[in-house]
């Protein structure tokens, strides 16, 4: 009975708070949530990552390790993809990232947060950097087909990761009043995004069901396989190894269908709008069962 009580205090804020976002998203659809992005991507993010990098106890060695389980995962996510969007006959470049570009920070900092305390977060902040990085990078070159390098020397994300690591490597203690400042920005930020999320789910649609169904299984489904594959083969344990667990089991992230709508077709941005909320609407379903199975085996 305890696990269950455990599951329900970890998933319940995340899900209220995306049903706050949705209620409001419903009530007013003219709703701005600009300032939500602008803050999220040049102040919030940046600080999530330096907050669960650099000051909940991670240390250098753990932060490399995860980071490369977790490259190790997206290839296996980018095999899934191309298998998949070769079986539904669509692009296997532009429609690959809400493959392999899961919602580790929206969706998922908060619940590792919740599931294993700034422990889990210095783990789930070390896997949602890459990604972060991938998104403004790879997600870009997928997106347009082409590579953009002045879209990494103007993301605040790719120097906050750069700060933090050379905080583990050389093992320097945040100033506190750093710690706090950051702190601060980091819950705020995770309930705004949150609450974007739910926002976001009123206003993407649905144009192709059936195969948004199939892809999203690929995302939520063989996610999680690919994240129990490599726990396995590399003989994980403990609460870092369920953080990348649920990490792998995210839906796709929303992040992809705004870098798509800059750079890709409309037929192209519909479709991954599509995947992202069939698979967030999936892992309302997949993620207990995932958060389930890494309380009770990975703690």
């Known amino acids: 009975m305890e696990i269950y009580i455990k599951l329900f205090e970890v998933l319940f804020p995340v899900f209220f708070v995306v049903g706050i976002g949705y209620y409001l998203g419903k009530k007013n659809p003219n709703l701005d949530t600009s300032f939500i992005t602008n803050f999220g991507a040049n102040i919030g993010s940046p600080a999530i990552i330096f907050y669960a990098v650099a000051t909940t106890g991670l240390t250098f060695e753990v932060f490399k ?68 990085l991938f998104h403004f990078t790879l997600g870009v070159f997928l997106a347009s087909k ?22 583990l490597y050389f093992d320097i203690e945040a100033p506190n009043f750093v710690i706090n ?7 705020a930020t995770i ?20 195969k948004a169904l199939i892809s999203s299984i690929g995302r939520v489904v063989f996610g999680p396989v690919i994240g129990f594959g490599i726990i396995k083969f590399f003989n994980l344990n403990g609460y870092a190894a369920g953080v990348l667990l649920i990490q792998c089991s995210m839906p796709s992230a929303v992040l992809t269908y705004l870098v ?40």
């Open 65 to 132: 390790s995860y980071f490369g389980y977790y490259l190790l995962a997206i290839m296996g996510f980018s095999i899934v993809g191309i298998i998949f969007l070769s079986i539904l006959k669509k692009d296997i470049v532009m429609e690959l990232p809400p493959f392999i570009l899961p919602n580790t920070g929206n969706m998922g900092l908060p619940i590792c947060l919740f599931a294993y305390g700034s422990q889990g977060l210095g783990v789930a902040g070390a896997i949602s950097s890459l990604i972060i």
């Open 191 to 210: 309930f705004l995004i949150l609450m974007s999320l739910g926002i976001a789910l009123t206003r993407l649609k649905v144009f192709s069901f059936n």
């Open 181 to 187: 400042t950051t702190m601060l920005l980091t819950y």
């Open 146 to 167: 082409k590579f953009n390098f002045n879209v990494i020397i103007k993301s605040p994300s790719f120097y906050a990761v750069l700060i933090s690591v050379l905080f």
């Open 260 to 299: 798509g709508s800059m750079y890709s077709p409309k037929k192209i941005v519909d479709n991954i709008a599509s995947m992202i909320v069939v698979s967030t609407l999936l892992s309302f379903v997949t993620i207990p069962i995932i958060v389930f199975i890494s309380l009770k085996y990975f703690f």
